[in-house]
């Protein structure tokens, strides 16, 4: 995202809060694309920010609310937030370090068309999580 994060705030209809400010940009750097409130704020901690668990919890509410960030609740772990500005990707979660790996397969994509079209629907959207274990 390149335009200044006041102005996107605004243009959301939230007012420019520091605490917004900061979590804002903690999603638009951090390496870590799926964020859950928790490691967000652990890397406040981490880099001596004072931003209590509570705040980043409002905050990402009121961001999904805002449809700045894209909720996602995989199963067995604590929900994760992206921001909501990439094209569209599916998930894979690993069950066992609950790492998210982002993928998109054009046969996937093509067959959950037909499936849909087959049941007389046009597709609007799709949700789809493969959960995984590094092959043994
Ligand atoms: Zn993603």
Redesign the pocket.
């Known amino acids: 995202m390149t335009q200044d994060k006041p102005k996107e705030l605004r243009k959301l209809g939230l007012k420019v809060t520091v605490p917004r400010l900061k979590i804002l940009q903690m999603l638009e750097e951090s390496e870590n694309?799926?964020m859950s409130a928790e490691d967000v704020y652990k890397s406040f901690l981490e880099s001596g920010e004072d931003v209590g668990l509570a705040t980043v919890y409002r905050v990402l509410t009121q961001f999904e609310s805002a449809g700045l960030v894209?909720k996602?609740n995989f199963d067995g772990g604590h929900s994760v937030f992206?921001l909501a500005d990439?094209d569209h990707?599916d998930?894979m979660v690993c069950i066992d370090s609950g790492e998210?790996i982002?993928f998109v397969d054009e046969e996937i994509e093509a067959l959950q068309k037909r499936i849909a079209d087959k049941y007389g629907y046009d597709l609007i959207d799709h949700n789809l999580v493969l959960y995984v274990k590094p092959r043994g």
């Open positions: 694309r799926h894209t996602h992206e990439g990707h998930h998210v982002e």
